[in-house]
């Protein structure tokens, strides 16, 4: 009985695996083949004849490096500053007695029951005034924190255990040292974790940097991806090779913090 109940997991597990990894190995594959192998029926996963020819439209269409380097200014300026204000904001809510403490909190983490499209509007209202539509700042600033991250890192900085802070200062340090040369480099699984959540999250979005973008020089990976769609015509082979490169980058980043991602969804707690 024991055997079959292994047997039974094994059988689910792989069933759950396969269908997580299947639809990135059939994008990665139709990505070499001619648009007429796209269509037939039946359909075949190994491509009867291997061609460069989307990957070369997608360079041919689309200002690709361009497209690249505002996806890494756009994702790695916000996830390098919503950590620094997420952790920064974690550790006080965590650590700091201070007035409003627990309303304030809960007030922020009433935030992450609204939806995006609640206040794309006056967003978009907001970042005109200011003047800084079709720009990097506009792009990374209204996502310089979330609620998320800080709920996160207040979850972690909270596991943590007091004697560290309480002796270190006995030793003389304030709240910033504490912070910044004790606290810190314990949460590194958690600050990696969430690094990769921000990442992604921002590097896949759609729909916020189209809002606030309008010349094709400041368009992200998925708003270039989006320009493969028309009213009458899909350009499904180029599509999938332009979202093949968009998501390698993302892949290798996990390969190398793989082991703190796990670990700080182990350890966080999220309490």
């Known amino acids: 009985m024991r055997i079959i109940n292994k047997m ?24 070499f083949k001619p648009s007429t192998e796209l269509f037939i029926f039946p359909p075949v ?49 965590a650590r700091i007695d201070f ?24 967003l978009f209202v907001e970042i005109y005034k200011f003047g800084l539509l079709d720009s990097y700042m506009g792009l990374i600033i209204p996502r310089a924190t979330s609620a998320f991250g800080i709920y996160m ?20 340090l304030n709240e910033y040292r504490i912070f910044w040369n004790i606290m810190l480099p314990l949460c590194k699984p958690a600050f990696v974790t969430l690094g990769i959540i921000i990442l992604m999250n921002n590097w896949n979005d759609l729909l916020y940097p189209m809002m606030l973008t309008s010349s094709t020089e400041m368009r992200t990976l998925s708003a270039g991806l989006a320009m493969f769609v028309g009213d009458k015509v899909i350009e499904y082979g180029p599509m999938l090779a332009a979202s093949a490169l968009s998501i390698l980058p993302l892949f290798i980043l996990y390969l190398f913090a793989q082991k703190y991602f796990i670990e700080g969804v182990a350890t966080s707690g999220l309490k």
Request: hydrophobic share 60%; glycine share 4%.
């Open 8 to 31: 039974l997991m094994y059988i689910l597990i792989s069933a759950v695996i396969v269908s997580i990894i299947f639809p990135f190995w059939w994008m990665i594959l139709s990505s």
């Open 99 to 122: 007035k409003f403490r627990e309303p304030l909190f809960i007030a922020i983490l009433i935030t992450m029951m609204i939806p995006f499209q609640v206040i794309m509007i006056p």
């Open 45 to 93: 996963i190994w491509p009867k004849q291997f061609t460069f020819e989307n990957y070369i439209s997608v360079w041919k269409s689309i200002p690709l490096l361009r497209y690249f380097v505002n996806t890494v200014v756009f994702a790695g300026g916000v996830t390098v500053i919503s950590l620094l204000f997420d952790s920064m904001a974690g550790y006080a809510f």
């Open 153 to 172: 890192m207040r979850s972690f900085f909270v596991s943590l255990p007091k004697d560290l802070e309480e002796a270190a200062r006995v030793d003389g």
